[in-house]
């Protein structure tokens, strides 16, 4: 059975949303940033800093290499990690992918609630920042089997509209 794969900028509810849908599809649920942590014994954000982007990228790739053999998992990837093809090729080949969207407000003020643990938007203008990397990354987002707009809806709402996509494609049978 294929995998569940959320995809999406940072603070589109990846995380929350990936737990809800993982219970209530009876499914394990893997959330890479913190596969990470856990396999550097530091948070991403003290990753980012003392090592920089490049070698957080290129651990998160071989982590993202591993998970993605797994099967029937909910998997919420990091806000940049399908930046890289093999990232996403890798998650696709097993995977149904997922993307959350959500407008900069959203993210920003989302976002802004967890100040230090968001290495790419500690700066004087985080707004400016999401709008940027938003733009940049949207093409790569668009890839996905099924996009879902997460501004105005909770995260149970979210696993919802999930759940029944799933359903109507033919990936899901019966009630969950």
Known sequence: MKNVVLIGFMGTGKTSTG?????RLGRPFVDIDRKFELECN??????????GETAFRQKEKAIIAKVARYSYSVIATGGGSVLDPDNFNKLKANGIIVSLTASVDTIVERTGRRKGTRPLLDCENPREIVA???EQRVSIYQKADFIIDTSILSPHQVAERI???LRQSGYL???S
């Open 42 to 51: 530091m948070s991403v954000a003290e990753y980012f800093k003392l090592h």
């Open 19 to 23: 737990r809800l849908l993982a219970s």
């Open 132 to 134: 940027v990397l938003l």
């Open 173 to 175: 049978k019966g009630k």
């Open 163 to 165: 759940i029944s996509f």
